[in-house]
């Protein structure tokens, strides 16, 4: 009796014994498991880290790329057209893990809303060409007034305007800014201006300093039509074609190459070079992806300035 005894108290221990191996074993396994796991998410999160910010050195690295390139075009003359090398996009473009691709836009090929604030005949010239696009876009023209309210430095509201008193009839968070804008965004915020409007004419307007001239060679041709009354249709698509074949060295020669019956205001309004240009520039390495927006000013032969920039 107390041999069996003794035998069956042996194998319940050795069974406990081997039960308490194989949990002790599971236990490992699972924590091995874990921290495999927990081991493969930070090597993960690192090389996410490490990707995005290799693509955003990229992508800040394109901005360099652009001002180089706007620097050696100064060089070679004062003339800027759609033919010269800073006007071809740089296609997406391989690289070890990842690819890069950029652009440079003519800023003064756009309508910069900010001369909307002069009261001399560049303002006025300004205001007629954002009431042109305003009405090719489907935008209330009756917004234009809020506009130059915003920008102008006085409080004295425009016929159909608005300052302070109109924001905070309207419960408005926001009061006129008095002042030029820095990005076209700011729009939004305008009395009667919201985002719906913006987003029709925010591909054809900037913002830059008052007193900028319309490049004749860059203009797209929506903002030529809008800057020269008539030019439209066919005429425009012929005149576009034109141009490109031989970009204008005058704003004399501009006219004088207008379509019959075409003929424009302000010949002060508009010039054949530029000092402004937008560079975007997009990168990625792995899955990361950062995107780099730049407003550049060039001044003579100098590398130009970054006014703004933003990494996305």
Known sequence: MNACSHQ?????ATGAALILAMLIAALAASVAIALAADQQRWFAGVAGRRDAVQAQALALAGVQWARQIMRDDARAGTLDHLGEPWAFPLPPTPIENGAIEGRIEDAQGRINVNNAASVNAIGATELARMARLWSRFAVPVSTIPAIADWLDSDSAPRANGAEDAAYAQALSTSLTANAPLIRTSEMTAIHGFGSQHFNRVAPFITALPVGTTLNVNTALPEVLSAAVAGLDGDALATFIVERQRKPFTTVAEFRARL???????????FGTSSSFFLVTVRAR???AVAQVRA????????WPAVVW???E
């Open 259 to 269: 379509p019959s019956g075409v003929t424009f205001d302000n010949e002060s309004a």
């Open 285 to 287: 390495q792995g899955i």
């Open 8 to 12: 069956e108290l042996a194998g319940r």
């Open 309 to 311: 920039q933003t990494l």
């Open 295 to 302: 407003l550049l000013k060039r001044g003579g032969r100098d």
